[in-house]
């Protein structure tokens, strides 16, 4: 049985822009749907309209099987969590959880009962007589938890509630919201920008960009097939390596040419991906996730295994792998997408520095006892297998 | 200021003028505490050479100054209750709701607070006359919310605009609805701004002369200060130690008023809500 249902959901605020364009999906019991995206795609205000606190302009909200586009927040049987926490100051903790049972006018016993049994779980209670002014980020956090679980309701609706927290507690609420939602087994609806966590937290992970839905699916699947540019770049830490070629097919495979180099792919591969046979002798975006980038000089041979050079411009020793930045001659597949993603990342230099000269960035996950050193010009090895093809022009994936 | 000679005359300048600031209010203290006899003297001095509470005591009975003290008391309250109701409602609406034309309005409201009191007076006369209304409590009431309205209202407005929209969403999801909201939320976090229009306008309807003395005739009706200048004269003498009894006692309430919820008003009560 579905919890929450959205069907054909639009929202068009009243100064013309699209929050949300025809917003489809329904999320099963007890499951944790992240929905993810840069910044203004329509992330908060998709959750707000299941809120009740932004009206829907056109589609259909169904929670619970029943249709509640004009029914009122309070009547919705959900309980969300604010990206500022949104405690009300002039109560002690107690209070604050507390206040929807209160409005239930539920008896005091039972609303004592079950804020205890909220501060147990969150470990609230050596805090309950304190004002939210004398808590820190994390403690007013968990406040915020503990009035949304108080209430057992149909749905949670979280918006960023872990953005204002630092880096180390942030990880380690993101697995303890994990525990308490299994735990209660409660359908959850939860707002990231932060691909990490989506992909950390999430039962499926919806994808939004510009307003329109990209992609909803499994975490995995979000990552081993993505529906288009956006979803591959958007999706992994660090990037998928885009790049541009011109793919042409011959009796044994096809020739990958790009810059001055050729990767081949036998027709083991190319049948991976059907479809691209029709793009022959036509320019298309292949992608490479760092991680199936391998140093030739480590890797036994395979004959999956492809060699391309490139430079190495900077490596970032992190302990347990080591990332290889390199440039690649190479045109970037760099679409207006991909430029809006480079910029969430913080990467925008090196990509526009790459433009227009031909000469493209890439990142490799190398093992730590890789030897290759800054400046080298290095051999690396490429999975054909695991590589993924764009039409140039849509952005989509070509697989079947 | 580093150098003592500039922190001497800066101090000494400081409490000249306060002292100069107080030094009125001394007085009418002093002479409060004055016989008849020595503060009708020219040459009164700076302390009474006997003290004396007997001004007190005939004001309050001979002069029956407790009668007024309790009519101002009554159109003050009245007053600051229903400008409270109303700009407490007025406000919130022009904060929250998205009114058009809302700079407007709210700079439209701000000029009619200052609409001169003199030019008041003439109209609203001919106007209460009309309706049957002079000597009247009602008269003063609907005369003082003419000018607490507007500032409470604006004072309120911006008081309202800077409580974060998350709260009162936070309550409307927990299951209250706009109003419960706005009682439970918004309201008790607004204190100190209520506090501080209450005060407002409690003081100016307890300080009003001039309407007072157009609108209201009998003295069962005076109000304080209107029965303060009424007070202590007899056709061969000015009774000063009464009339500052009388002031003292008119002052003494607002004083305390303001010392009392000086304490509820204090900002930064938002703390703690959000982030
Ligand atoms: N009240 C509003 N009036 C007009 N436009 C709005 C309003 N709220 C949001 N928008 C616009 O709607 C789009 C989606 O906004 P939304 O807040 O849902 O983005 P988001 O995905 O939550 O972004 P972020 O990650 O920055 O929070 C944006 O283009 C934004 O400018
Ligand atoms: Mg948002």
């Known amino acids: 049985m579905a919890t929450v249902e959205l069907e054909h959901i639009s929202k068009i605020y009243p100064n013309g822009t699209a929050g949300v364009t025809d917003l489809s999906f329904s999320m099963q019991e007890g499951e944790f749907l992240v929905l993810v995206g840069p910044s203004g795609c329509g992330k908060t205000t998709a959750l707000r309209m299941v809120a009740g606190l932004e009206e829907i302009t056109s589609g259909s909200l169904r929670i619970n099987n029943k249709e509640v586009n004009n029914v009122a927040p309070k009547d919705r049987d959900i309980a969300m969590v604010f990206q500022s926490y949104a405690l009300y100051p002039h109560m002690k903790v107690r209070d604050n959880l507390a206040f929807p049972l209160k409005l239930q006018k539920m008896p005091k016993e039972e609303i004592e009962k079950k804020v205890a049994r909220a501060a147990s779980i969150l470990g609230l209670e050596e805090i309950l007589d304190r004002k939210p002014s004398q808590l820190s980020g994390g403690q007013r956090q968990r406040v915020a938890m503990g009035r949304a679980i108080v209430r057992e309701p149909a749905v949670f609706l979280m918006d960023e509630p872990l953005s204002n927290l630092d880096a180390k507690l942030r990880v380690q609420m993101r697995s303890e919201i994990s525990k308490i939602q299994r735990q209660l087994g409660v359908a959850t609806l939860y707002v990231t920008h932060d691909q990490v966590e989506a992909m950390t937290m999430g039962d499926r992970v919806a994808v939004l960009k510009n307003s329109f839905l990209q992609q909803i699916d499994s975490p995995q699947r979000l990552y081993d097939h993505p529906n288009n540019l956006f979803v591959a770049a958007f999706i992994g830490s660090p990037s998928m390596n885009l790049f541009e070629g011109e793919i042409e097919f011959n009796s044994t495979g096809a020739n990958l040419n790009f810059g001055n180099q050729t990767i081949y792919l036998d027709n083991k591969v190319t049948s991976l991906h059907p479809s691209l046979r029709s793009f022959n002798q036509r320019r298309i975006v292949f992608g490479i996730r760092p991680e199936d980038l391998y140093d030739a000089s480590l890797a036994n041979q395979n004959p999956n295994f492809q060699s391309i050079k490139a430079k190495v411009s900077l490596i970032e020793a992190l302990g347990s792998e080591k990332l290889i930045h390199f440039t690649i001659n190479a045109n970037a597949g760099i679409t207006d997408d991909i430029k809006q993603i480079a910029e969430e990342k913080g990467a925008m230099d090196s990509l526009l520095g790459s433009q227009g000269n031909s000469q493209a960035e890439g990142v490799a996950r190398f093992p730590p006892r890789s030897a290759v050193k800054r400046d080298e010009l290095i051999e690396i090895l490429v999975d054909t297998t695991n590589m993924h093809f764009f039409d140039i022009d849509t952005g989509f994936s070509i697989w079947e | ?275």
């Open chain 2, 1 to 275: 200021m580093s150098k003592p000679i500039n922190k001497i005359l800066f101090y000494g300048f400081v409490i000249a003028f306060v002292l100069s600031s107080l030094f009125p209010f001394y007085w009418i203290f002093i002479t409060s505490l004055k016989t008849s006899a020595e503060a009708s003297q020219i040459t009164s001095g700076f302390w009474p050479s006997k003290l004396s509470f007997s001004a007190y005591n005939t004001v309050f009975t001979q002069d029956n100054f407790l009668q007024p003290l309790l009519n101002s008391a009554f159109v003050s309250l009245a007053t600051t209750v229903l400008s409270l109701i109303t700009s407490v409602l007025a406000a919130y609406s022009l904060a929250r709701l998205g009114i058009k034309g809302k700079g407007l309005i709210l700079g439209f409201i701000l000029v009619a607070g200052f609409f001169p009191i003199i030019a008041m007076v003439g109209p609203l006369f001919l106007v209460f006359r009309t309706l049957g209304l002079l000597d009247s409590f009602t008269s003063l009431i609907f005369t003082y919310l003419i000018y607490t309205l507007p500032i409470s209202t604006w004072l309120l407005t911006n008081f309202f605009s800077q409580i974060p929209k998350d709260l009162e969403e936070a309550a409307m999801v927990d299951g209250a609805s706009r109003l419960q909201a706005l009682w439970k939320i918004v309201i008790p976090i607004a204190v100190p701004g209520i506090f501080t229009a209450a005060i407002l306008s409690f003081i100016l309807a307890w300080n009003d002369f001039t309407f007072a003395l157009s609108f209201i005739s009998s003295p069962s009706h005076f109000t304080a200060p209107l029965a303060i200048v009424n007070l202590g004269q007899s056709q061969f003498q000015v009774f000063y130690n009464r009339i500052d009894a009388a002031v003292v006692v008119t002052t003494l309430p607002i004083a305390l008023l303001v010392l009392l919820a000086q304490k509820k008003i204090i900002s930064g009560l938002t703390a703690g809500a959000v982030k």
